[in-house]
């Protein structure tokens, strides 16, 4: 898969993302798959990856402020 940035090449990798669930909490997903650009650092959520993001933003608790949780397929 080609980078949508640059062109450059996709690769699997892990990493920490941030996520504003409401106006005063931030969910920071540990581990999570993404598809990386080793050029740019682009990076692309698989449909399933997403799908599964979707459903543990869902169940975080909006009465925190940050909250981090480990992604787990």
Known sequence: MTCHVCGGTLEKV???LPFKVSDTTIVI????????????SEYVLEDVVMQKVDEILAKASHDAELEVIRYAA
Do not use: Y
């Not at 540990?30 to 740019?40: E, G, R, S, Y």
């Open 14 to 16: 892990q990493t920490n």
């Open 29 to 40: 997903l540990k581990d999570l798959p993404v598809l990386q650009c080793a050029n740019c």
